[in-house]
């Protein structure tokens, strides 16, 4: 039952005993006195999790549809990964870069094997990746061009990161406001405009970095032959073509990387986090034969990247991730999930289209139910599923991508329930 609330134990809560404990409101309050308030988290506590099921301190489920952002990529307590991870941190945590490490070698090797790349870079998040793609791309200018050759072309709606160059590529004010002055060498361009591309990369172009699917900006794709303009354009201006697929990548679209969408593009540079560690830290930038010597020794670094413990598990992530099995699954419970939203509109009406490819959807609300897209989440999590946003307007699916029939089923029935809710108060001529 949507809601339903289970002791740690697995047995259900007494009758009568609702609402959070004495435990749980501490550690809240606790959490929101202590935390920096840059976030502003549900008030419950988050204890345990198996598969695409989560349960919070005292014992209420939750299908989870949106693994961390993207982050759980298999789902809560994978067994493979916990034993990856148990046999790694009993032999060696941390050695930095001045030494190889068999767990960091093998999964450099895996990724290059499994893609375009020649050379990878390891850090701990996709701004780290972002980070390192930006200085990348000025080097590797900087080496046959003049100075003026520094521009970065970035698309309105794009997310790169909060590091202050990340935030400056993300072509979003409201990330933006209050940290000025931005740092320069960026263009802004319309995403999926041809014409506006054509405009934007000139001769001072070093490189362009664009997601293949705009997550934050809305779950947006990149239309039928964009990525391919882009290409194209960047060959003629000796640009580097760099893919952020932070949130697309690693299985999330049905395919290992969205861009193979697009047939006959090949990246020179494309940054990956999110999913690589399963749940773990890890961030990486993957490099073609292109700029791929761009960086020498003490061109750039990181104390933690490569780290043997996330290294192992990302080890197993990625080979289940390039399964044949987890890759039909991410296509066939994508459109179990866009067939379910579609039935679901068709009743109650809500949605103007469902954006986006195998398990990275976005429910795009209608005029009248626009600016609601937090407010149904909350909805959402009270009846035991949790969603996400994507702005005012998208509400975001991101389920882990091993998601079976009956956690899709379940999760999907709960958002069914929360929406009926919703309109049932008056749908969009209501703001409560």
Not at 243 to 265: C, K, M, N, P, Y
Not at 314 to 333: F, H, I, T, W
Not at 342 to 371: C, P, Q, Y
Not at 377 to 395: I, K, S, T, W, Y
Request: include cysteine; charged fraction near 25%; hydrophobic fraction near 40%.
């Amino acid at each position: 039952m949507p809601g339903q609330r289970a002791r740690n134990d697995g047995m259900p809560v007494p009758p009568g005993d609702s609402g959070p404990s004495a435990k749980s409101r501490e550690l809240v309050s606790t959490g929101q006195r202590r935390y920096v308030p840059n976030y502003a988290p549900k008030e419950m506590i988050l204890d345990r999790g198996a598969g695409a099921r989560m349960w919070d301190l005292d014992g209420t489920e939750y299908v989870d549809f949106g693994a961390g952002i993207s982050v759980t990529s298999l789902g809560h307590g994978d067994p493979d990964l916990a034993e990856a991870l148990a046999a790694q941190a009993g032999r060696l945590w941390h050695v930095s870069n001045l030494y190889f490490a068999e767990p960091v070698v093998r999964l450099a090797d895996e990724l290059c094997e499994a893609s375009f790349a020649d050379r990878v870079f390891f850090c701990n998040s996709g701004a780290e990746a972002n980070e390192a793609a930006i200085k990348l791309a000025r080097k590797h200018a900087s080496l046959s061009h003049d100075p003026e050759k520094h521009e970065i072309v970035t698309f309105h709606g794009g997310f790169h990161g909060r590091t202050i160059a990340t935030v400056t590529a993300t072509a979003q004010p409201k990330y933006q406001e209050g940290f000025g002055p931005m740092p320069g060498g960026f263009r802004y361009c319309d995403y999926n405009n041809v014409a506006a591309l054509d405009a934007a990369i000139g001769e001072r172009t070093c490189a362009v970095l664009v997601e293949p699917i705009q997550g934050e900006g809305g779950v947006v794709p990149a239309e039928d032959g964009f990525l391919t303009a882009i290409a194209e354009r960047c060959r003629a201006h000796d640009a580097l073509l760099m893919f952020d697929e932070i949130q697309s990548g690693l299985a999330r679209t049905g395919r290992l990387f969205a861009h193979q969408w697009e047939e006959g593009v090949v990246p020179d540079v494309v940054t990956i986090a999110k999913a690589l560690g399963g749940g773990l830290p890890i961030g990486a930038m993957l490099v073609g034969e292109k700029a791929a010597e761009t960086f020498q020794p003490g061109s750039h670094g990181s104390t933690f990247g490569g780290n043997p413990i996330a290294a192992a598990v990302a080890r197993v992530v990625l080979r289940k991730l390039r399964s044949p099995e987890l890759l039909a699954n991410v296509a066939r419970q994508g459109e179990r999930l866009r067939r379910r939203l579609t039935a679901l509109h068709n009743e109650i009406g809500f949605i103007s289209e469902v954006r986006g490819k195998g398990l990275m959807l976005g429910a795009v609300l209608r005029d009248e139910w626009a600016g609601r897209a937090g407010e149904l989440g909350e909805v959402c999590r009270r009846h035991g599923v949790l969603v996400l946003q994507a702005g005012p307007d998208v509400v975001r699916f991101l389920p882990p991508l091993n998601i079976t029939d009956a956690e899709l089923d379940d999760g999907m029935d709960r958002f069914e329930s929360a929406m009926r809710e919703a309109a049932g108060r008056g749908g969009a001529k209501e703001s409560g």
